[in-house]
């Protein structure tokens, strides 16, 4: 039972780095590739405010992030006016850069021995994990509804036009470069909220969990699900973590020797998906979803109309 | 709102493209570039929008007592302070329907912050009634979806720079493209604005009818200079602009 | 003294990466992406070297033929079978490199799951010490050396001065206008995929050859060599060369003067600082 409140707070911890990586690519249309490298600014700053400073978990938490956030808004300073290609390889060279530093800096960090331990809140309690990870649910929950709001919001539709045509968006009048760097700053410093969140889940911190597998298995999940779909992350990482980690590797019964070879054979699985998505089916599982909003009525004469929910097909 | 060149050079290699020595665009209400092949057309627009660097010579926005040298600007900024140009090629935003896009234009980027994520309603009463006065205009094949062909989506983006209300609209070539009824709508709603003293409009075209029909002055461009400039009668009649253009 | 030892150690240690950095190059100046599956060029040809060296018994020098061969035509393969289908698909640039990271994950763990994790050896062949100006190198090291430079010059001669370089510059500026004046893209690319699968393959068997040969070297080294060709920029093999040069040299600094680790933030720092202030602004 642990195992599998583990496993699922794991995959919550998942879902709400795919949804904020929807937000970042499939709506605004950055492509981070330092997913991990945010995530691990939340993860390993809550680490050494709580263990090396003693503060407690939830200031820890919101510092680390608001590190994540103006790093960031720093980085968005400096390449998010280049190339989808540029912002890629300089947001994977920051998260290599971060994991370095986590690495050469032991005396803060603890290097390569590790950073421990940092324990849920309410640890007397027997059911400290079952409680956290209702309240990482409720976290998730709340990015989702807010990343629902954000689809049907003007800046929303802003952040739209700017991912198709950023040229014609600031010829209009709209401050791309302002807006682009906000939202990506605001969303980087939730994935450092999340990070901070995953230390007490991991316990004890190493580098290794700064590789770029994570940064990886998200974007898989998130382009299997739909990058463009609001409830794409959920689907993704359910069809990815959910059926690899938790129902296969737990449930399916495979002999000792076979089972080393499992995770390899996940990782080759998710090869396989991603190239399928991208050739035959680039939207991914769940497609395209457009913004619902009221419609207003359009005046008939002597008539009465009713506001309409209006979800525009194409 | 008036846009002034002066001095203003292009060159590429040592070959002058454009040399103007002042010109003022917006000080006439519904005004006209024209001029032949070659002459620079689409180099003064490049200019004009900091789509191209000049060589030399400055170009300043003059609006509301204030004057902004126009080069140091952001395409934003320029917007915001009030010049809007049209796309000679097709440009638009495949993922927004014809509303929503011109719902965006029409939005003020001001209420497009993080607080519009909790509006009751993304798009107020006003916005809509503009958008739909648009729409309703013209005769788009599917009014509540996408723009469908070339020439709709040439269309949009003109209706999209008119809903965003600027106070001096560059309308490069919107004849291209577009069906001659289409075109005259367009043209008779942009000089309801002019005359009603919302906007002024600068209009760059080869249709000479459609220039003389509804420009009240006429800027004439050859070989990278204004040589001649006036009201279309002047313009019709003056004998350089005959032998330059119309080879007579 | 250092710099000479930075140059002469970095020049050693680069001489993989120069390889790599060059087949890398081509792909990306040919069809416009970054393809991260060239990772498994480079560990495949260590695995093919380890197939020659080891289960056949080929000598190392000898071996490296067949296995830099076999790795040019796996990079065909993945061409014809993937990534041209999904070109012609319209595939943008950000979503090609997604779909070159699903590649290179299906080519490493395909591989994992065939032959295991574990890091192999293959048998170098017998070493000898020398010594250049008070410097040591292996006897290995300068034939590797050497090795890049004949085919940095040959891949050099081939794009400035043979018809298939024409060719592919003609493509990579303008395919329209190429195909027009009669270039058949299909060939030259299947010949410019091939030409980077064997850069990329020997890079890999020299790497494996200096240390070991595992699943994940050449996804190792991608990220370095990804740097290498943006800071050279697009459709520079001259500047691919020269950047890769500079890496392993201003890494060899770097360690000789201070931790290892460093080299690496400074590069990926400098590396962040080129994609700022190079290229064109989008608004």
Known sequence: ?314 | MKLEATNLTKAYHAHEVVNIEKVTFGAGGLEGLIGPNGAGKSTLMGLLTRRIAPTSGTINLHSDDKTHALNPLRSHQVARIGLIKTNQRIQGFDSLTIRDSLRLAATPPRSEGFTSLFSRQRDSEEIEEKVSRLVEAFPFTDRNGYAMSGGEKKLLDILRCLISEPKLLLMDEPTAGLPEDITRSVMDMVRERVLAGHMRVVVVEHDLPLIWEYCDYVHFLSEGAILFEGAPEEVKANRVVAEKYMGV | MLLLDAIFIGLLEASPLILAAMGFTLIYYLNGFMNIAFAESITYGAYFAILFNIVLGTHFYIAIIPSMLMSGALSVVVYLAIFRPALNRGVGPTEMIILSVGVSFMLRYGLILLVGPENMFLNEPSIKYLQFFGMGATNLQLIALALVLLAAGTLYWMIYNTGLGEQMRGLANNRDLAMASGINPHRTSVAIWFIAGCAGGLSGVFTGVFAQVAPYMGWNVILITMLVTIVAGVGSVRGAVVAAVAAGILSAFITLVTKPLYAEVVLLTAFIGVLTFRGARTA
């Open chain 1, 1 to 314: 039972m642990d195992y599998l409140i583990f496993s699922i707070s794991l995959m919550l911890v998942y879902i709400g780095l795919a949804q904020l990586l929807h937000i970042q690519f499939g709506l605004a249309g950055i492509p981070n590739f330092g997913v991990v490298g945010f995530w691990g600014l939340g993860l390993y700053g809550t680490g050494v405010l709580y263990v090396k400073l003693a503060l407690p978990l939830l200031p820890s938490i919101v510092m680390a992030s608001l590190l994540a956030a103006v790093v960031a808004y720093v980085v968005a300073h400096l390449v998010l006016q280049r190339s989808g290609q540029a912002i890629l390889a300089a947001t994977l060279a920051l998260a290599a850069i971060i994991s370095t530093l986590v690495v050469s800096e032991k005396d803060i960090t603890g290097g390569v021995q590790g950073l421990g331990t940092i324990r849920f809140p309410f640890s007397d309690l027997d059911q400290s994990n079952l409680i956290f990870m209702i309240m990482l649910l409720v976290v998730v929950c709340t990015l989702l509804w807010i990343s629902g709001k954000l689809r049907d919001s003007r800046l929303g539709r802003q952040l739209v036009a700017i991912r198709d045509n950023e040229e014609l968006a600031a010829s209009l009048g709209k401050d791309t470069a302002a807006s682009k760097r906000w939202v990506f700053a605001i969303t980087c410093g939730l994935m450092g909220v999340l990070g901070g969140m995953s230390a007490p889940l991991h316990q004890f911190l190493v580098p290794y969990q700064l590789a770029p597998s994570l940064t990886f298995a998200v974007w898989i999940a998130l382009v299997l699900g739909g990058k463009g779909h609001n409830l794409g992350a959920i689907v993704g990482v359910f069809v990815t973590f959910g059926l690899f980690d938790i129902l296969i590797e737990t449930y399916a019964p495979v002999p000792a020797e076979q089972a080393i070879l499992l995770p390899n054979f996940k990782l080759f699985c998710y090869g396989v998906l991603l190239v399928m998505i991208i050739m035959f089916r680039p939207l991914g599982i769940l497609g395209v979803d457009k913004p619902r909003v009221r419609a207003v009525p359009k005046p008939v004469p002597g008539g009465h109309s009713k506001p309409s929910v209006e979800e525009v097909e194409p």
